[in-house]
């Protein structure tokens, strides 16, 4: 724990309690109420958890006034523009950047466990054809613990290594695998000759009627989307993985219950509700109807892929994410791209807006990832499994860092409760 020099004294019910407040090396210090109830008998309350700190981390700090994101204290752009996902895997899971051999060694590593148990390859069948993709990967991931056992000892740090491995390697085989099932596509086997993301694009999209030539572009661009996806605090997916792990489940099932929670259009199922929104609005002389829609209290319509709990300014994810859609998009001849122009012409419009303006809501990574993912060949129904799919390396560092925490406890919140009091049971005949 940080330092705890200071303190807050809570007056309540006549009693005055003293907590202890922990100063972190960046961001607001934390009143730590782990006493509270002993001492005062009160519960504290916070739906949504606005105003409480989960954990304690050192992974991946947010400083939403600035718009700054720090992966191990480097930012963002800079790993997105200098770094390449794998490294970034290695730096958000050890936390330092990797010497040559280093990296070298954890690419192999990775590399070498890309390809899944055959018998996996069964569990697609059960599925039918249409399927959400998200679907078939909460399932597939899921059932990797029923494959894997010798990497399911949480106990065992060697075991652990082994799981985080198998989780950040095999994971983009299954996206690619409920892809290619859901367009009745046969399996394509990873290759250890093509890096990460050029390996996922080749699973996704090659034929055996043709040979399947990666686009250094797209690979490029798709390295770079699942490191804007990489990791980010304690987000509600993240907070799921904690939570499921600090009953002691089994890696796999912690990333399968995060796969999960990431789905809701809330949280990553947002690239996918927002390209389709986007579409919805198909032209630019149609952007007013939805604004106005936006800011009315009695349309629970929302502007999706704006906002967001953390970034009250911009999310310095979606600035890399622009910058690269027109990049992509330009390199690929199709600047001219009517999505673009909508999305472009939306965040302009709603960013001079004062009902935006008032509430802070900016585009956040969801907004222009879509229009990338459309892009390169990607459905609409394959943006989430993709950005679970950059998520896991996250998942699975902020997983390792509990379970390795001495004073790891099981996640068990209480509740402000507004039910019945106690009352006899009335038989039938009387009730
Ligand atoms: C991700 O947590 C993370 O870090 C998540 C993530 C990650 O990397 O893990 O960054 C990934 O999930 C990004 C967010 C993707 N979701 C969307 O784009 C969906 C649309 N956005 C919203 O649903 C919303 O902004 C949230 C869920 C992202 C944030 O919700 P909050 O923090 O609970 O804010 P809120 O719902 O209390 O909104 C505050 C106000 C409300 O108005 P009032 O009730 O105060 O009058 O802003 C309004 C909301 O109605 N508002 C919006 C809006 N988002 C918030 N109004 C219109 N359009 C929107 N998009």
Redesign the pocket.
Known sequence: MTDTTKSATLTINNQQIDLPVHSPTAGPDVVDIGKLYAQGGVFTYDP?YTSTASCQSAITFIDGDKGELLHRGYPIDQLAGKSHYLEVCYLLMYGELPKAEALEDFEARVTRHTMVHEQMHNFFRGFRRDAHPMATMVGVVGAMSAFYHDSTDINDPWQREVAAIRLIAKVPTIAAMAYKYSVGQPFVYPRNDLDYASNFLRMCFSVPAEDYEVNPILSRAMDRIFTL?AD??Q????STVRLASSSGANPFACVAAGIACLWG????G?NQ??LEMLREIGTVDRIPEFIAR??D?DDPF?????????YKNF?PRAKVMKQSADEVLGLLGIENNDTLKVAVELEKIALEDPYFVE?K?YP???FYSGIILDAMGFPTSMFTPIFALA?TVGWVSQWKEQIADPALKIGRPRQLYTGETFRDYVDVENR
């Open positions: 949504g996806h980010h605090e987000n509600a997916s993240t259009p809330a949280h990553g947002a509700a927002c936006a800011k209290k929302r502007l999706m892929g704006f906002g967001h709990r953390v999310d509430k809501l956040n990574v969801d998520r």
